[in-house]
Nanobody, 124 residues
């Protein structure tokens, strides 16, 4: 069982930066592939970024490639999403998700554990 708690959301102006954190419980955090997803009002949940458990390979949606960076600190049981050059279209609730010893999936249904989400609002 893994519990995930996101933090770091807030209100930022377009062009600004935020760093989201996702703290995980459990002793086997390093064995989980992690994903960040987001959902804007009236829209489907979408994949943002992921990091693979085995080699920390990273994957990004085209819409955030070059602006967002996912990373993990296994000593702190935490995965991060550094978001730079934020745009109004990045406004959404951001969720982290975990799946044990798996590839990084862009489909949310593949993940077993989810956090409660953190709101990111980008003002233009």
């Amino acid at each position: 069982q893994v519990q995930l708690v996101e933090s770091g959301g807030g209100l930022v102006q377009a062009g600004g930066s935020l760093r989201l954190s996702c703290a995980a419980s459990g002793r086997t955090f390093s064995s989980y592939s992690m994903g960040w997803f987001r959902q804007a009002p009236g829209k489907e949940r979408e994949f943002v970024a992921g990091i693979r458990w085995s080699d920390s390979s990273t994957y990004y949606a085209d819409s955030v490639q070059g602006r967002f960076t996912i990373s993990r600190d296994s000593a702190k049981n935490t995965v991060y999403l550094q978001m730079n050059s934020l745009k109004s279209e990045d406004t959404a609730v951001y969720y982290c998700a975990a799946k044990y010893r798996s590839p990084v999936y862009a489909t949310g249904a593949q993940y077993d554990y989810w956090g409660q989400g953190t709101q990111v609002t980008v003002s233009s």
